[in-house]
């Protein structure tokens, strides 16, 4: 598949975000659900984050992309490509995480921007992009992401603790929202949606008998390296790989993956790091 059109570029930067759709064709897309679901190391790995309403989203998130089936993804040659036609220059691997919102019980996210802690990590620009790739279908009924189209625009917010999540100031949030649109992102499994660090997004917890599981990976521009050491990597050349390497490494868990992916700890850093590092206190409702 080829990188992104110029008319997908232009979508990005005036609105934060474009939807690519499949993205991974349907044997790519089948491989990756279906390692997902095998993989007990993935499983192991998750972490529960509550969100502030009663709920809690599993997620595992690691640094390094590796040389399974979730490495072969992230270090695509379309992938790749279409992040560096969006950050204009070289990129490399920031991390990637798997978002497991289980049926029924799979917790919200609250309105945040990815720039608003990753700048805490010393990085100094918002040269900085996602993208989410769909295992599942991804309903409004399941949790859907959400996103305000072209907040990005109003530069990083400043962010505070809602349950164990970073989440965007409220008053910027429903001012935001009064100007905004919002949009519901639905996707289709192998659908990919870019968006931009500072592009405001939530979801809400998933209350159908369906799971939606993602796979984000995330990249910074090698200009924008970090000036300081964080619990995510500095500046690391990438190894980007054919596209044809995410079938033909096939069903490739990390059970069966020996690399080094860097796993993250226990500890939600996102939100916790902030916490520690500049001494924010939760909402209110939060107690």
């Not at 400043?158 to 949009?183: F, I, S, Y």
Request: overall charge negative; proline content about 4%; charged content about 30%.
């Amino acid at each position: 598949m080829p990188v992104l059109t110029e008319s997908q570029i232009t979508d990005y930067h005036r609105d934060g975000y474009v939807l690519v759709r499949e993205m991974l064709d349907a044997e790519e897309t089948d491989l990756l659900g279906r390692s997902a679901r095998q993989d007990r190391e993935l499983d192991r790995r998750s972490q529960g984050r509550k969100d502030g309403e009663g709920g809690s989203v599993r997620m595992s998130l690691w640094n390094q992309p590796g040389n399974g089936i979730y490495g072969m993804v992230a270090r695509s040659q379309r992938i790749v490509d279409s992040m560096e036609r969006l950050l204009d220059g070289e990129v490399y691997h920031y991390h990637s995480k798997m978002i497991l919102k289980d049926p029924e019980v799979g917790g919200a996210w609250t309105w945040h921007q990815d720039y608003g802690y990753w700048y805490q990590n010393g990085v100094l620009f918002p040269l900085m992009s996602s993208v989410m790739i769909a295992v599942d279908p991804s309903t409004r009924d399941n949790g859907c992401l959400q996103v305000l189209k072209g907040s990005h625009l109003m530069g990083r917010i400043d962010h505070e603790l809602t349950g164990e999540q970073a989440g965007a100031n409220l008053e910027h949030v429903e001012e935001a929202r009064k100007v905004l649109d919002l949009v519901h992102v639905e996707m289709d499994p192998g659908d990919a949606l870019f968006f931009h660090c500072n592009l405001l997004h939530r979801s809400d917890r998933n209350q159908s008998p369906d799971p939606r599981w993602t796979l984000i990976c995330c990249y910074n521009a090698a200009r924008n390296n970090p000036y300081k050491e964080s619990h995510h990597p500095r500046y690391t050349p990438l190894d980007k790989v054919a596209d044809t390497a995410i079938k033909e490494v096939g069903i490739k868990r990390f059970d069966d993956d020996d690399s080094d992916v860097a796993w993250m700890g226990d500890e939600d850093k996102s939100a916790r790091s902030l916490e520690q590092r500049i001494g924010l206190q939760p909402r209110a409702e939060d107690g």
